[in-house]
């Protein structure tokens, strides 16, 4: 140790220089101030002083446009994105198959219209043949005769074909509520982001729309279906007497088979409770023999729906009704109602309504599809304050 001008400087041994260095330096500098000695010591490398004083760490400021911007919403893609992706594809072919349908009607419609066409010009000839005057066992008439038979057979066909794509569509109207099903539960999985919600209302609303569509499609599917067998009961019943008139030279006219229906009176709602229609008896005709039937009580539905859940059950309690009522009275009509709510603003009542008349429509395909003739039902619709749900009333006339 060598004290040089006042001071200390540290040389000589390693064994020295390695006992200064295990001293604390609040001890060597206490040291060097008692003895009146200044001490110095080299400073640690910067590495380390880097590692030591590295606290406190001063951060950014959170801007706004770091939350709400491009800097939050980054594109991710995760397990509900994946999800939202497959149930776009099957979406997309739900509407290619919607679209095949419609198609197919759209070919089955124009085809009707030309055989029916054809049908009605070779009648109308041998109408106008019969009505002008002509002899008995026409070679000319009975030939347009053998056509028209033909046309109406090609016409009877189509109907087979109706039948096969209805069933297509009531498949495809099952799919559709299947996705909704599954898009609506999607909702619930977990690690999800904003955008995923986003994207599964959009996929919502557009299964909604289609579910709508096919709604339209299977009810001109029925459409078609009930008018088609209407009227070729009724001209399978004309082609027997025009036959008739064709051998006899004469003009007879259309069948005595197909006798108008009469008149019905209206459902008056001032004598109804609650804004539903009175159901009246009119003239029934019981069964020869069968047990006296019990008055009809008015304002009581012989069979009310609430359509209150997904998926009602309605079919087999509808027919069995509608199976008893006929067997008390043979000649009775129905009237089929869709009653609405009337809770809500404008906007809820209108869409109410909406599901309403949707649901009165499928009631009215299973009471066609179960064999009542459509001409034996009358559709209306009306609102019911005291109706917590959609409701589909049946009243028996």
Do not use: C, W
């Not at 001293?23 to 110095?40: C, D, E, R």
């Not at 590692?51 to 950014?60: A, F, G, L, N, T």
């Not at 029934?284 to 359509?307: H, M, S, W």
């Not at 749900?389 to 028996?396: A, D, G, Q, R, T």
């Amino acid at each position: 140790m060598i004290l040089r001008n006042g001071a200390l400087l540290l040389s000589g041994s390693v064994l020295l220089t390695a006992a200064v260095a295990l001293l604390p330096a609040t001890a060597l500098a206490q040291g060097g101030a008692k003895n009146g000695a200044q001490v110095i010591i080299d400073p640690f490398p910067n590495n380390v002083q880097d590692k030591i004083y590295s606290k406190p760490i001063q951060v950014r400021d959170i801007t706004p446009a770091d939350i709400v911007g491009e800097t939050y919403f980054k594109p991710t893609e995760t397990l509900v994105t994946r999800k939202v992706k497959e149930l776009h594809g099957d979406l997309a072919k739900l509407q290619g198959d919607v679209v095949g349908i419609s198609g197919g009607l759209t070919n089955l419609e124009r085809a009707s219209e030309g055989k029916a066409a054809e049908y009605y010009a070779n009648i109308a000839t041998i109408n106008t043949q019969l009505q002008n005057g002509t002899t008995p066992g026409n070679p000319r008439l009975v030939g347009k005769l053998t056509v028209a038979e033909r046309n109406l057979k090609e016409l009877g066909n189509t109907v087979g074909q109706l039948n096969e794509l209805a069933v297509d569509t009531a498949q495809t109207a099952s799919e559709a509520s299947f996705l909704l099903e599954n898009t609506r539960a999607a909702y619930s999985l977990s690690g999800a982001v904003e955008e995923d919600h986003i994207s599964l209302a959009k996929l919502e609303d557009s299964i909604n729309n289609t579910l709508v569509i096919i709604e339209r499609v299977l009810n001109n599917v029925n459409d078609d279906i009930t008018r088609t067998t209407a009227y070729l009961g009724s001209e399978r019943h004309n082609m027997r007497t025009l036959s008739l008139a064709v051998t006899n030279g004469d003009l007879y006219g259309k069948s005595l088979s197909n006798r108008p229906f009469s008149s019905v009176t209206p459902f008056d709602p001032a004598n109804s409770a609650a804004g539903i229609p009175v159901a009246s008896a009119g003239a029934l005709t019981p069964i020869p023999g069968a047990a006296p039937a019990p008055p009809l009580t008015q304002a009581r539905p012989l069979v009310k729906i609430r359509f209150d859940r997904p998926n009602v059950d309605y079919e087999q309690p509808i027919y069995m009704a509608v199976n008893e009522a006929l067997e008390r009275y043979p000649n009775a009509k129905f009237e089929l109602v869709a009653v609405n709510p009337t809770q809500g603003n404008a906007a809820q009542v209108a869409i109410e309504s909406t599901r309403a008349r949707r649901n009165a429509e499928r009631v009215l395909r299973t009471l066609t599809q179960m064999g009542l003739g459509l001409e034996r039902i009358d559709l209306s619709y009306t609102d019911n304050p005291e109706a917590a749900s959609n409701e589909v009333h049946l009243y028996i006339r």
